[in-house]
């Protein structure tokens, strides 16, 4: 596996939409050490997430959403993207944000979730795309690795927007957890439909639009309060 390869497919993109949250969050930006350091932690999520895919692949059940759109029913395959895959894959990327990055002193606004919970799926797309390097060339593989991580800040940015909300508020933080991981692993396992369609990948592609614009209104709005209090 030639250094080239790998910087091109994972380096290259996390640097690129690293760069792109930073300067979202430039007005107020987060430390790039706690900013690294939630990525690090994403890509430990990802090394455990794998780990329960490989035990729940003893049952007979590979969850790749490749191998399983060919050989289950699009019914079937939604239900195992909604019910196992979509959520799954949301709360390893939570764990690493709740017990860490929400514990940051500079955790002090509410679109700090929406940063932290992007650093931290930035990580996890990362070591997601580790394993595509093998099976994916070309097009397809630099494709893959620039959009992933954007997929997966998209969704963690829902649960990571619900639970700073409540963290900064000092409410209990269940609810707001729950309900945020739910509704990101429903918008995940559903993209998966709808990206392994080449009928339906239009409506996948309007679905991370749909949740991208309410990311960036939310950034540009705490952007634009913070303007108006230094004046």
Request: glycine content about 10%.
């Amino acid at each position: 596996m030639s250094i080239t390869l790998i910087f091109s497919a994972i380096i290259a993109p996390a640097l690129f939409w690293t760069g792109y949250f930073y300067y979202k969050d430039r007005f107020q930006p987060e430390p790039l050490l706690k900013f690294g350091s939630a990525y690090l932690l994403g890509l430990a999520a990802g090394f455990g997430c794998l780990k329960v895919y490989d035990l729940l692949s003893l049952t007979g059940l590979a969850l790749d959403p490749e191998t399983l759109a060919g050989s289950l029913s699009r019914w079937s395959f939604l239900a195992i993207n909604l019910g196992i895959i979509g959520p799954l894959e949301e709360l390893f990327k939570f764990l690493p944000f709740f017990l860490v990055a929400l514990r940051f002193r500079e955790f002090n606004e509410k679109t700090d979730g929406i940063i932290y919970a992007a650093a931290v799926a930035l990580g996890f797309a990362s070591f997601e795309n580790l394993g595509y390097l093998s099976a994916l060339q070309g097009f397809d593989l630099f494709g893959r690795a620039f959009a992933s991580p954007l997929t997966h800040a998209v969704f963690a940015s829902v649960w990571g927007y619900s639970v700073g909300c409540a963290f900064l508020k000092k409410k209990n933080l269940i609810l707001p957890a729950l309900v945020g991981i739910l509704l990101a692993g429903l918008c995940h396992g559903l993209f998966n439909l709808l990206t392994v369609s080449s009928k339906l990948r239009f409506f996948g592609a309007l679905l991370i639009l749909g949740l991208w614009i309410w990311v960036i209104l939310k950034l540009e709005g705490q952007k634009s309060k913070k303007r108006s209090d230094a004046c």
